[in-house]
Nanobody
Framework: QVHLVESGGGLVQAGGSLRLSCAAS????????MGWYRQAPGKQRELVAI???????NSADSVKGRFTLSRDNAKDTVDLEMNNLKPEDTAVYYC????????????????WGQGTQVTVSS
């Protein structure tokens, strides 16, 4: 069983900032990838930013220069600092992890958080 605890969503005016946090726990041996996706009403879920096993961070072009992803491997946490928010950033934000469950098991599993609402007013 894996648990993802998300926090930090809310309502903010355009140009404002929010910080999302996600903490993972449970039957996890190693987290490979950890980051955030979002889904706006009527749209497909899309990548916001994710930290990969290799140490790189992939992010959507729409958030580059505004959002910063930071990961703490010792604590199994990932934060998303969102600055200069725009109304089009309004969405439910989901934490996502890819993990393994044992040293001798190379299989990877994906798990989603329940989501946290971010609303940006114009």
């Amino acid at each position: 069983q894996v648990h993802l605890v998300e926090s930090g969503g809310g309502l903010v005016q355009a140009g404002g900032s929010l910080r999302l946090s996600c903490a993972a726990s449970g039957r996890i041996f190693r987290i490979n990838d950890m980051g955030w996706y979002r889904q706006a009403p009527g749209k497909q879920r899309e990548l916001v930013a994710i930290s990969t096993k290799g140490g790189s961070t992939n992010s959507a072009d729409s958030v580059k220069g505004r959002f910063t992803l930071s990961r703490d491997n010792a604590k199994d946490t990932v934060d998303l600092e969102m600055n200069n928010l725009k109304p089009e950033d309004t969405a439910v934000y989901y934490c996502y992890v890819v993990y393994t469950t044992g040293a001798g098991d190379l299989r990877q599993y994906g798990y989603w958080g329940q989501g946290t609402q971010v609303t940006v007013s114009s």
